[in-house]
């Protein structure tokens, strides 16, 4: 069975731009969550997507967003990025209800410098 | 507010001696516990949990948790570390109560460092 799949793994933007990062969860799962990881703060939620559906958020501001799609993959969005926003991110899923088994299985990460 | 607190940001041990890495929670109701390992720009992998039922759950590598509730601790275990264990470990929790989905709690985890 494949694992969670995210990319880019790397990218670099500059301040001002805006980025979108992809998750392919693993097959049958159908909640996707993201994650900030910064040496600073650790990791972070930032929101998580059930069946299309945001259905917990974190602390985030606005410019922070999210979708996700009929088949599970999901996308996280970053706007007007801050040199603050570089980070890695990490998205991981789980298959809530009857075949939950608690874990979170996380990807690979991307990788975002912001300049 | 539901938190995890890993008092150690480092843990040095020489390979072959059992280690110990520390992790108290605060949530309200049961929680899941979970360990996680990180290796440099690479992602998190689950290395064990405690949902319920016995108190010391085993995992991967060798590593071994107690949940240990009138403490309020899941401290992570192996009898005998190896050079390979030094990575990022990371605490989380997960409530079941008041809480629909998935989110974890993370710790700012513990850097453990094996030396030869």
């Known amino acids: 069975k494949a694992g969670v799949t995210q990319t880019p793994r790397y990218l670099i933007k500059t301040r001002g731009q805006q980025v979108t990062l992809s998750c392919s969860p693993i097959?049958?799962?159908?909640?996707v969550s993201w994650y900030q990881q910064t040496p600073g703060q650790g990791l972070q939620f930032l929101f998580e997507?059930?069946?299309?559906?945001?259905?917990n958020k974190g602390n985030f501001p606005g410019r922070f967003s999210g979708r996700q799609f009929s088949n599970s993959r999901s996308e996280m969005n970053v706007s007007t990025l801050e040199l603050g926003d570089s980070a890695l991110y990490l998205c991981?899923?789980?298959?809530?209800?009857?075949?939950?088994?608690?874990?979170?299985?996380f990807g690979e990460g991307s990788r975002l410098t912001v300049l | 507010a539901q938190s995890v607190a890993q008092p150690e940001d480092q843990v040095n041990v020489a390979e072959g001696n059992p280690l110990t890495v520390k992790c108290t929670y605060s949530?309200?109701?049961?929680?899941?516990l979970f360990w996680y390992v990180q290796y440099p720009n690479r992602g998190l992998q689950f290395l064990l949990k405690?949902?319920?039922?016995?108190?010391l759950v085993k995992g991967s590598y060798g590593f071994e948790a107690e949940f240990n509730k009138s403490q309020t601790s899941f401290h992570l275990k192996k009898p005998s570390a190896l050079v390979s264990d030094s990575a990022l470990y990371f605490c989380?929790?997960?409530?079941?109560?008041?809480?629909?989905?998935?989110?974890?709690?993370f710790g700012k985890g513990t850097t453990l460092s094996v030396s030869s």
């Open positions: 097959s049958g799962h159908r909640s």
């Open positions: 997507y059930f069946s299309e559906t945001q259905r």
């Open positions: 991981a899923s789980s298959n809530p209800g009857q075949g939950d088994t608690g874990e979170l299985f």
């Open positions: 405690y949902i319920t039922g016995d108190n």
């Open positions: 949530v309200s109701g049961n929680p899941y």
């Open positions: 989380a929790v997960r409530a079941l109560q008041n809480q629909a989905g998935t989110a974890l709690i």
